[in-house]
């Protein structure tokens, strides 16, 4: 069981001055579901190197059993700190693809036409592709081979505009992930604000917030494994 991880190398949120990146949470616990069932992961960003890591995901407040496990995580550490350029990755490879969150997505993830084609490649081949909170801002620009939108009619989730508003980052961000969505013609869906919330449309799995990463995970491994027992 081959399974791409897919972070941001985005680090700077807005013009705030202040430092943004992927959310530890998002990734620690999807991480750890997956790696505890046997899977081997590649994480991979555009650029390479050096994942940043969003300054508020590392907090106290923040912290879960999944997040601690990975700051005593030396090897899982240094694999963050040197991930595989994007560039060099063949969908073909691999049996399915996770993207974690954090606000950095929003900027380049959205925007970049390696992983567009990537996550294009993947559903093409029907294969899982796995978003949480923020991470669904890299289907911005994703099509089906047909030309319209991956999400058009499909049902999905993201991170909320009230979620976004309760961190006061509306004004910041570039788009809203819900507004996006809903204009790329999908049925959007939330549950309340930071609770658990996970929709499943076929091949694609999105989650709303940090609290629904570790769940998009367990979906993702039900999906991967019926197909590589077939």
């Known amino acids: 069981m081959n399974i791409l991880f897919v972070l941001t190398s985005h680090d ?6 202040k430092k943004t990146g992927f959310w530890i949470e998002e990734f620690a616990s999807p991480y750890y579901a997956l790696l505890d069932n046997g899977a081997q992961i590649t994480i991979a960003t555009p650029k390479g190197g050096q994942a940043p890591i969003d300054p508020s995901s590392d907090t106290e407040d923040a912290a879960t059993a999944a997040t601690k496990r990975f700051k005593t995580d030396a090897v899982t550490q240094d694999r963050i700190a040197n991930t595989v350029p994007l560039s060099t990755i063949n969908a073909a490879d691999y049996d ?3 993207y974690p969150g954090g606000h950095g997505p929003l900027w380049d993830l959205a925007n970049d036409e390696t992983s567009i084609k990537l996550i294009e490649s993947f559903n093409a081949a029907d294969k899982p592709i796995g978003f949480v909170c923020h991470a669904p801002a890299a289907l911005k620009s994703v099509k089906n081979v047909d030309g319209t939108p991956l999400v058009q009619g499909k049902e999905v989730t993201g991170f909320s505009n009230t979620e976004e508003e309760a961190v006061q980052l509306t004004d910041v961000v570039p788009f809203l992930v819900e ?5 790329n013609g999908a049925t959007y869906s939330k549950g309340d604000d930071w609770g ?5 449309d076929g ?11 570790e769940l998009v995970a367990e979906t993702l491994l039900k999906i991967i494994k019926p197909l590589q027992n077939a």
């Open 12 to 17: 700077t949120l807005g013009n705030t001055g």
């Open 96 to 98: 399915a693809v996770f």
């Open 179 to 183: 507004d996006m969505l809903k204009e």
């Open 196 to 200: 658990v919330h996970v929709v499943t």
């Open 203 to 213: 091949n694609l799995i999105t989650g709303q917030n940090p609290a629904s990463s």
